[in-house]
């Protein structure tokens, strides 16, 4: 199934509004301007090597699915443990979703779900 966040500029906004952060504090996270950051969710400019290193650093994202919005996952993560291949095939499909407030709500009820396994903000930093 086709990515339906079909730029980088929308999955960077995708990925701050998950965040539920504003533009000025998703930009200073990741030590750029809030101009800078409002150019690249237009998709007028992209986000320079660093910048796109420090959000993959920050938000544990993968720069393929910055750049491309696919997952890359090695062949052999996902072969040798099938509850982890079977969880992967569930959140991609609720992911790929065309409604953006199913993936928002899917990333809600996981964040609430696992919440003793995902470092705070304090963490991240």
Known sequence: MPDIIDSIGKRLKLLRKTHNLTQKE??????????NLSEMEKDK??????????ITK???VSADWILTGETTLHKNELSENLD???M???L??????PDPEIRIWAKIQFRKTFAE??????QKK
Not at 26 to 35: C, M, N, P
Not at 46 to 52: C, K, M, N, Q
Not at 92 to 97: A, E, W, Y
């Open 88 to 90: 992967y095939d569930v």
């Open 92 to 97: 991609h499909k609720i992911m790929s979703d």
């Open 84 to 86: 982890l291949k079977e």
């Open 26 to 35: 998703f930009a200073t996270s990741i030590k750029i301007s809030q101009g």
């Open 117 to 122: 396994y995902m470092p705070t903000k304090e």
């Open 58 to 60: 920050k938000y544990e």
């Open 45 to 54: 400019i992209s986000p320079s090597y660093d910048t796109l290193i420090l």
